[in-house]
């Protein structure tokens, strides 16, 4: 692995902002499908966004309104803008796609299928 970067998280205050960044100029598959997910300790990975390459983007309720998730297929960069942010959101924030020719254990999303992860990054909400 190793071929999908994230960056750009950290610590604000509730009511801030973040904007996550996911480099996957590296990874070799295809990409129609991408994603962002989080997990807090203990806890399984919860789907956040989505975007396909028809730019159709979908939500998790709790982030609705709030996070926007964009595409720059030229960069090959995905992005994550995260605005009014509460402690809630707290998590590890994984950038995700789908490899075809993985094995791995698949995790769903509205209905579609992600099996390959970057490494996480970390993001801190305080009250």
């Known amino acids: 692995q190793g071929q999908l970067a994230e960056s750009g998280g950290g610590s604000v205050q509730a009511g801030g902002s973040l904007k996550l960044s996911c480099d996957y100029s590296?990874?070799?598959?295809?990409?129609?499908?991408m994603a962002w997910f989080r997990r807090v300790p203990g806890g399984e990975r919860e789907g956040v966004a989505s975007?396909?390459?028809?730019?159709?983007?979908q939500y998790g309720d709790s982030v609705k309104g709030r996070f926007t998730i964009f595409k720059d297929n030229v960069n090959k960069t995905l992005y994550l803008q995260m605005d009014t942010l509460k402690p809630e959101d707290t998590a590890t924030y994984y950038c995700?796609?789908?490899?075809?020719?993985?094995?791995?254990?698949?995790?769903?999303?509205?209905?579609?299928?992600?099996?390959?992860w970057g490494q996480g990054i970390e993001v801190t909400v305080s009250s």
């Open positions: 995700a796609t789908y490899d075809g020719q993985l094995l791995s254990r698949r995790i769903y999303f509205k209905g579609r299928p992600y099996n390959y």
């Open positions: 975007i396909d390459d028809y730019r159709t983007a």
């Open positions: 590296l990874f070799t598959g295809t990409t129609t499908n």
